[in-house]
Nanobody, 124 residues
Framework: QLQLVESGGGLVQPGGSLRLSCAASRFTLDYYAIGWFRQAPGKEREGVSCISTSGGSTNYADSVKGRFTISRDNAKNTVYLQMNSLKPEDTAVYYC?????????????????WGQGTQVTVSS
């Protein structure tokens, strides 16, 4: 089974930046689209972003568009989420997830493999 591990979370002040990483083990990520999701206390899990297998296509939630950038380095078997201009409402546990070949329609729909999550806290 594909295994995903997130890292890079932490505490940051409003307006700051963090870069999250999603590293795969046991299998290559070459044939998987990768999505980022987040869940804040008391709220439903929401899709943040998705990137296609080649990195040629990306999707973003309206709430993060223009602030977050998803990218991938297939040679390193890793997907990244660069988060800039962070706001307190970005505070959540962030998860990466994988699905075969493409992000899908909708892009935040069904994913087959999930990481354990990493905490992001935006506070002054």
């Amino acid at each position: 089974q594909l295994q995903l591990v997130e890292s890079g979370g932490g505490l940051v002040q409003p307006g700051g930046s963090l870069r999250l990483s999603c590293a795969a083990s046991r299998f290559t990520l070459d044939y998987y689209a990768i999505g980022w999701f987040r869940q804040a206390p008391g709220k439903e899990r929401e899709g943040v972003s998705c990137i296609s297998t080649s990195g040629g296509s990306t999707n973003y939630a309206d709430s993060v568009k223009g602030r977050f950038t998803i990218s991938r380095d297939n040679a390193k078997n890793t997907v990244y989420l660069q988060m800039n201009s962070l706001k307190p409402e970005d505070t959540a546990v962030y998860y990466c997830a994988a699905r075969a070949f493409e992000c899908g329609s909708p892009w935040y729909g069904v994913y087959d493999y999930w990481g354990q999550g990493t905490q992001v806290t935006v506070s002054s």
